[in-house]
């Protein structure tokens, strides 16, 4: 067997993959290719599961029942020459994980075979309804009040503002720049960048800080820190940031409940107003996280999360897989048997959706891996495969329901 291919499907299955790892990933899958290494990499995920504490609550019963719908209605209905071989694994999120990647990734031949033999027993209408998903929208406002529309704006020069020049690169990312010696100009004028749902985009701040801001999300910095003790910016949301370091000047990001201080170093920071938890996970370096209301603080190491409950003062800390994390910057939706109102809430910003629900249990999870440029109405009928959830789009709004 190959030790190669086998490593690879242990870190896909482990959510350790890079963006690049996942597309070579689900090439092989959906090609049915290395079925001896795929089992191989299932099997030795069982014997540890089996023998560690990170069994999901559900019983083996649940997980036969889901892995039996799932195999039937995809071996069952588009043939088991298009699958690899399974065992069942313990937790279920890895089963939805393979499940959904193959059906995503196979395509549009492989869902109009499955719709054109169930579209009338199914809630999801595709062909009355295209829901694109999100792609680079953003405006940012100057200092003056002016608005623009980055998404519309022309590549090249935006402004200049206090010695500052604004670029719009052929990628689409937000670049700033200081001519000359700005002195101390610009560092009582801030701007702002925000995506609406259905959009995100990248900045790089005067001082050299990468910034990707995800959907429905907002970013307030100034447009000069040089003369500043620190590099402070307001947050709304969620976004990843790579900080320039800069030992005299600390990068602080600032929430509504929260303080993030760090040098330089990457981490991720997600504060919707409409959640309870505003989450701070560190990839590199370190970063101090506070409660603006309270002592409370930390000091989080990469690898680990902190959790500060609206509700509370306290702050959790816990280990997780940063690359899961910040998976929506690489393009994916990584979801570790969530909810579905915190899949819905993932889905609504990114497709510009309302979701309503209809009398069902909101306890259904899901897990797996999904490209963020999936159309909507295949996403949702991969959903529908892996739980007890029906959906029905009406115009731009999602009816969830049991």
């Known amino acids: 067997m190959n030790g190669a291919i086998i490593n690879l499907f242990n870190r896909y299955i482990n959510g350790q993959c890079t963006s690049e790892e996942l597309d070579e990933v689900f090439s092989l899958l959906s090609n049915g290719t290395y079925p001896a290494e795929w089992e191989a990499a299932i099997t030795a995920d069982v014997s540890y ?24 209605n995809l071996v069952g209905r588009v043939g088991a020459e298009h699958l690899p071989t399974y065992k069942k694994p313990v937790r279920l999120w890895q089963i939805c994980s393979a499940a959904a990647a193959i059906l995503i990734i196979v395509g549009s031949g492989l869902f109009y075979f499955y719709q054109a033999q169930t579209s009338s027993k199914k809630n999801i209408d595709i062909y009355a309804a295209r829901i694109l998903p999100g792609s680079n929208k953003a405006f940012l406002t100057l200092s003056n009040g002016k608005k623009i529309s980055l998404t519309d704006a022309a590549i ?3 402004a200049k503002q206090a010695g500052i020049s604004l670029t719009k690169k052929a990628d689409g990312q937000l670049v700033y720049a200081v001519k000359g010696t700005a002195g101390n100009a610009g560092s009582t004028q801030s701007n702002t960048i925000e995506t609406p749902k259905g959009g995100q985009y990248q900045v790089l701040l005067p001082d050299g800080t990468a910034v990707w801001l995800n959907a ?3 970013l307030t910095y100034p ?22 370091k800069d030992k005299a000047h600390p ?37 101090k996280v506070s409660n603006v209301y309270s002592d409370k603080n930390c000091l989080l190491r990469p690898g680990q999360q ?64 999904f490209s963020r440029s999936a159309n909507l109405a295949d996403l949702l009928k991969v959903l529908e495969l892996l739980g007890e959830t029906h959906f029905k ?3 731009k709004k999602i009816i969830v329901s049991n």
């Open 49 to 72: 599961v089996s023998g560690s504490d990170q069994q999901s609550d559900l019983t083996q019963d649940d997980i036969n029942r889901i892995y039996g719908r799932i195999e039937n």
């Open 156 to 158: 090249g020069t935006l």
């Open 216 to 218: 429905a999300s907002s």
């Open 223 to 244: 447009l000069n820190f040089d003369r500043l003790k620190e590099r402070r910016v307001q947050l709304s949301g969620e976004a990843y940031f790579e900080v320039a």
């Open 251 to 287: 990068f602080v990001v600032s929430t509504n409940m929260q303080e993030v201080k760090v040098l330089g170093t990457h981490f991720n920071v997600k504060g919707y107003k409409d959640e309870a938890v505003i989450s701070t996970t560190l990839l590199e370096g370190s970063v």
């Open 306 to 369: 902190a959790n500060l409950f609206k509700n509370g003062e306290m702050i959790n800390v816990v280990k997780v897989i940063p690359e899961n994390i910040i998976s929506w910057k690489n393009g994916y939706f990584i979801f570790d048997n969530q909810n579905v109102v915190s899949v819905m809430q993932v889905i609504s910003r990114w497709y510009d959706v309302d979701v309503e629900y209809k009398g069902m249990n909101k306890a259904d999870r899901f897990g797996g891996t």
């Open 393 to 395: 789009i009406e115009g």
